[in-house]
């Protein structure tokens, strides 16, 4: 299979540099690093062993990429309007589109604009970093999950597992409602958290009244997503978001790092979407309605 | 009526001192400033006319001040495990105790302490800080509500209120519960909101999402005040909060000034008892109870 990557950065860079390494045809479209990776190379410097691509297939316009069978996107969610035309020339009738990114109702809203589009979501659960031009930082973690939202072929999104599992990236196949709610479990309390007190997830744990916050904030999700019809889900996941966040090395979420450098947060499909979704189902959540409300104010002040 | 001021600071300074410079008898209690104001007296400098107390009768020991028939307490309240040795040496068996500061339940804790003390509530609505050792700087408003808690003798509240308005302070006699509550629905919002965003007053209502999460943090204490027993409060009480606050001058709470200046923020009685309060009327309030984690969190780290 042929595969391109929308959004060569610290997540886009590192899977598809990961797959291109192990034999794929990978096809990279980059953007501010277009000049320096064209000349030098893509660089993984990375915690399970680090390469450096030589040569890849870099672009820095889709018109010039060719068709792919598999398109991985990991643009910021901010962007997102910019899919359909970036997608364009890259697709074949049987494309399979996967959106490596954080939140809920990425896919529904690109399958509205994009009817016949087949997707799938890529829950990416790994530390990496772009520090520099063509250079992605990979600290820790790296496995990624594939829930098949709207692809008739489920073997394409099984190949496409494979694939990862070939090029030394643990993979698996997921379904999708239950894999997108139960990873914003985690990213909902802790990404806005650590942006509105500053600080980290290990000092969010080790204070005890953010700690029992943060489970609430858990409970709110997990109760949303069962009122969303997840029924795989219970609150002894909370439990073990907190044991598996408390023994993580201490961490910074993307949303953080994003406002520390004063690039736009990711409020919209992190937070706004899936609150709306969960008062629809009559089932909100106040204490995530309250942080929203707060990192709307940090973002315009 | 001989009056004493425990706490001579921003609040408890100038009303003393106008009190003192309307002709009453006013004993001072300082601690840091003693020095200070027993050589070169006490200054009001005052939206409404500044004005000077030579020799105000100051003491850095409250043993050596004489019994009073009625203590202003000022203190902050994260100080008032000391108010009962305090207060001793100043007590008549009718001596009225009125306690000027923020919070609800301040009563209450110190009743159980003192049985037969004579109590009342100070609601002050001021702009002041003390700026420099010895001086007071009033801003802007300047009224005081006082309400009855456990004073047999109501006429003595009354006669405090005549007092202030002899001394040119607006003041009225209000009903205990619905005072502390009614000044809870503002102080609770914004002395909190402005710490945890490091913002002011009028930035926190300029903004839709923050303004409507006030509106929000409103009703929650106006909710449980009708819970609690105040049938005198309705919704509309936060509409005219929030058209009073955006009419005010831009204002940094006191517990932003505390919080900015490094001292302690006075939690427990702003947030964490008013909480229980209303958890055990059946009545909890999310959005405050977040709140109260973040503070609690900022104020550990």
Known sequence: MVYAVIGTGAVGGYYGAKLAHSGQEVHFLLHSDYEYVHRHGLQVRSCDGSFHLLQPHVYNDPA????????LVALKSVNNGLIPSLLAPLLKPDTLVVLIQNGLGLEADL???MPSLHLAAG????CSAKTEPGIVNHQCYGYINIG???CHEQERVEQVVSDFRAAGVDAHSVEYHEARWKKAVWNMPFNGMTVVLNTRTDLLLSNP???QLIYEQ????IRAARACGVENIDETFADKMIYNTENMTPYSPSMKLDYDFGRPMEIDYLYTRPLRMARAANCPMPYLEMLEAELRFLEAN
């Open 64 to 71: 010039l990429m060719p068709q792919c069978d598999v398109v």
């Open 111 to 113: 399958q509205q604009q």
């Open 123 to 126: 829950l990416a659960f790994i």
């Open 148 to 150: 098949n939202y709207s």
């Open 209 to 211: 009244y953010t700690k």
């Open 218 to 221: 858990m409970l709110e999700v």
